[in-house]
C-alpha cells in the first residue's frame, strides 16, 4: 500500500485558533442548530450545555446522566438538530446506556429555547453492545434529511463477532433513517437492503471498524468517513453521499492492507482516499469538516482533520476522485483533540481534552 506522507506546503502553514468557550467536563462534539448563533457542546457524562453570546449558560440545555454509562468510549457521543427544528423543536443523541447499550433517542426544546424539555424523551434506535469500546458516536442529518448513524464494530479488537461485514447486523456499519414521516422511523427508498433481502433495512454502507466521526460537504455531495483502525493504520474515506451499499473493507482490510490474511480478496472494497501508519504517538484518527465558512476563504473547500494522541492538524482537498493538496498546519499546542464541530455558518471549531473549544480564526 503506498500511504500519503504530509509535508508543510508552500505559502500557509499555520492555523490560527482562538478559545471560545472552556471549564466544559470531557466535552465530546460542538454543533448549531440551523440558523442560530448558539453553540450546543455535548458533554460524554451526558449533558448538553449552550453557549450564548460568547457566555456559557448555567443550566444545561439537556441533563441525562442518570441515564448513561460514561468513561473510555462511552457516554454520550453527539447530537443533531432536525433539518426543522425551528419548527419542530426536535434534536436527537447518541449515547450509551448504563448497560452500555447504543441508544439514538429524540428529545423536543421546551418552550424556553435554551432548556431541553427532558420528558420528551423518545427512543429512536437501541443496539445492544457486546463490549465497552468502538461505539461509533455520531448522529447527524445529511443533505437528503435523513438521519446518518455511525456505527463501530462492537469492539474489543479485529471484529471478533465479524460485525463489520455481516450485513445484517448494525454493528460496523453506517445507518440511513427517517425520522421525519412516521414513529420511531422508516426505512428510507434507496437503503442497500430496504425490503429487508440480504441485510437490515437500517444499513445504507458496511465494513466499518469505527467511524468515530464523519462530515458531509453539501457543497459537492460528498461523504467523508474517518474510521479508525486497528494496530497499523489509520484512514478516511471520501464518497459520493448519494452512493448506497459501499463496503469499507473492515475487517478483511485494514487501510489498504490486508487484515491478518495475507492476499485477501478485497475485490469490491473501497479504499480510502487517505490513509497514514502509526508511528510513535499516533493511534486515532479524528475527522473534522470540509470547511464552507466565510471567515476564511482561503480554506475553503479544505477538509481538516487530526489524530487523537498527537493532536497535529492535516488537512487536503477532494477533487476529481482524489486527494490533492495535502498539508501539515502548524497550531497552538492544544493538547489531545477529541472531535470537530461546525456551526451554522459554515465556522469550523475544534473540542479539545483539555475542555476548551476553539474556532479557527485564520491562517497564515
Known amino acids: 500500500m503506498n500511504l500519503i506522507f504530509f509535508l508543510a506546503a508552500a505559502g500557509l502553514t499555520t492555523i490560527h485558533l482562538e478559545k471560545v468557550g472552556e471549564g466544559f467536563k470531557s466535552p465530546v462534539y460542538v454543533t448549531s442548530p440551523p440558523g442560530d448563533s448558539r453553540l450546543f457542546v ?18 444545561p440545555f439537556l441533563d441525562i446522566a442518570s441515564s448513561v454509562s460514561s468513561g ?21 443523541v447518541n449515547y450509551t446506556d448504563r448497560n452500555g447499550d447504543t441508544h439514538v433517542e429524540r428529545f423536543k426544546v421546551s418552550a424556553n429555547p435554551d432548556v431541553a424539555d427532558a420528558t420528551t424523551a423518545r427512543l429512536i434506535l437501541k443496539v445492544d453492545q457486546p463490549y465497552a469500546n468502538h461505539n461509533g458516536g455520531l448522529v447527524m442529518f445529511g443533505p437528503d434529511g435523513m438521519l446518518y448513524i455511525g456505527m463501530g464494530d462492537g469492539g474489543s479488537g479485529g471484529d471478533p463477532h465479524g460485525n463489520g461485514q455481516n450485513t445484517r447486523a448494525l454493528l460496523g456499519k453506517m445507518l440511513r433513517i427517517n425520522v421525519s414521516r412516521a414513529e420511531p422511523y422508516t426505512i428510507p427508498v434507496g437503503n442497500p437492503f430496504a425490503n429487508g433481502a440480504g441485510g437490515a433495512p437500517e444499513v445504507w454502507a458496511t465494513g466499518l471498524r469505527n467511524p468515530w466521526r464523519f462530515a458531509f ?25 448519494n452512493k448506497a451499499g459501499i463496503n469499507y473493507g473492515w475487517n478483511v482490510m485494514e487501510g489498504g492492507r490486508c487484515y491478518r490474511r495475507p492476499g485477501c480478496n478485497s ?3 473501497e479504499p480510502p482516499s487517505v490513509a497514514y501508519d502509526h508511528g510513535v504517538g499516533v493511534c486515532s484518527v479524528i475527522g473534522g469538516y470540509v470547511y464552507r465558512g466565510h471567515r476564511i476563504p482561503q480554506i475553503v473547500g479544505t477538509y481538516f482533520y487530526s489524530d487523537y494522541c498527537t ?12 486527494a490533492t493538496e495535502l498539508r501539515s498546519w502548524t497550531m497552538e499546542n492544544i493538547g489531545n483533540v477529541v472531535s470537530f464541530g461546525e456551526d451554522s455558518s459554515g465556522e469550523l471549531y475544534i473540542v479539545a481534552e483539555n475542555g476548551k473549544i476553539y474556532r479557527f480564526a485564520g491562517v497564515s
Open 42 to 59: 455535548v458533554e460524554q457524562a451526558g449533558r448538553i450545555r449552550v453557549m450564548k453570546n460568547g457566555h456559557t449558560l448555567p443550566v
Open 72 to 92: 473510555g468510549e462511552r457516554g454520550m457521543l453527539s447530537m443533531a438538530f432536525h433539518p426543522e427544528y425551528n419548527t419542530n423543536g426536535w434534536f436527537f
Open 217 to 241: 460537504d453539501r457543497s459537492l455531495g460528498k461523504l467523508y468517513i474517518a474510521d479508525v483502525g486497528q494496530d497499523r493504520t489509520e484512514e478516511i474515506d471520501v464518497v459520493p453521499a
Open 267 to 269: 475485490a469490491g472494497l
Open 311 to 322: 493532536g497535529w492538524l492535516r488537512s487536503f482537498r477532494y477533487e476529481n476522485g482524489a
